[in-house]
């Protein structure tokens, strides 16, 4: 701001020209940042990805993208806005993640997906589908987990967990106690009864700690319950959170005695 020019006006107009000038600023910032991030997005995603971009954006479920949030091996996910100017999460899963082969055995034996995609773009969109299919059916049975808002081929728009730019910390970087862990028992038996759901990817690290209690996200691995090997990722799940708050001194239950609770 230039003091000697804000001198020579009145007060009133000062203000008004300041409040001019910090519009600006704010908003030349934002085209930057939108430009620059632009700029990364051609560099990292492929045409059909950039496509997709521009279609939330004209379809109205996207507003503006600003910068990454996390820059994972398979997928990036975003800060951006949606309609209102409200933050959203947007999580592009990178279709030249390798280990789609991987990702098959989360989709086959889901009776919800019938015929196997036949290549890694069609799995790559199957996957995203998946992942707001199941925070969808998480939600109806009241899970606490980033109310879906759409998607779009390899694009997951859902809501913002934290207080932009940054991520709510996970569990992995929150202190936890009881309170976590009673909540973490309870949500794995709520998805498993209530949503008929096992998240299959559970850990500390797809948990958020807010202020309004735990959030769970990272869903696309989740299947129904009547996925063969359900009961082997249930297992798994239960297995790494007892671990987890064991290393941090909480909790006295063994995995099998949680697993009979939360199948009983
Ligand atoms: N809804 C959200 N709100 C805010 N931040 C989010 C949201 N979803 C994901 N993130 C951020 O992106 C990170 C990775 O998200 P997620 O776990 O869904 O992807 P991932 O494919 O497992 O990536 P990674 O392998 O890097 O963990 C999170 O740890 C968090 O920092
Ligand atoms: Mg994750």
């Known amino acids: 701001m230039n003091d000697s020019r804000m001198r020579v006006v ?11 000038l910090l519009r600006f600023e704010r908003e030349s910032r934002y085209l930057r940042r939108d430009s620059d991030e632009r700029k990364v997005l051609e560099e990292v995603f492929d045409r059909s990805t ?44 990178l279709m030249s993640a390798s280990d789609f082969r991987k990702r098959m055995g989360y989709i086959a034996g889901d009776r919800r997906f019938g015929k196997l995609p036949a290549g890694s773009r069609e799995t790559i969109y199957l996957w995203t589908r998946k992942e707001f299919k199941n925070l969808q059916l998480a939600q109806g049975a009241g899970v606490r987990v980033p109310t879906p808002v759409s998607f779009l ?12 730019p940054d991520p709510a910390p996970t569990f992995s970087e929150a202190e936890v106690g009881e309170e976590e862990y009673r909540w973490t028992f309870k949500t794995i038996g ?9 998240h299959a990817d559970l850990s500390e690290f797809n948990v958020f700690k807010t202020g309004g209690g735990p959030v769970l996200f990272d869903m696309g ?44």
């Open 190 to 198: 709520a998805l498993w009864k209530g949503a008929g759901l096992v």
């Open 153 to 164: 081929k390899n694009i997951l728009i859902m809501e913002y967990i934290g207080t932009p």
């Open 50 to 93: 950039m496509l997709a971009v521009e279609e939330l954006i004209a379809r109205k479920d996207l507003g503006e993208l600003h910068g990454v949030v996390r820059a994972g091996k398979e997928a990036r996910v975003y800060l951006g806005e949606d309609r209102a100017g409200g933050a959203v999460a947007v999580k592009i899963y």
């Open 10 to 20: 009145d007060a009133d107009e000062s203000g008004k020209i300041r409040e001019r």
């Open 221 to 264: 691995s989740a299947v129904l319950s009547s996925h063969p090997q359900a009961q082997g990722f249930l297992k798994r799940d239960v297995s790494n959170m007892v671990r987890f708050f064991r290393k941090r001194g909480i909790g006295e239950t063994e995995a099998d005695e949680w697993m009979k609770e939360i199948s009983r």
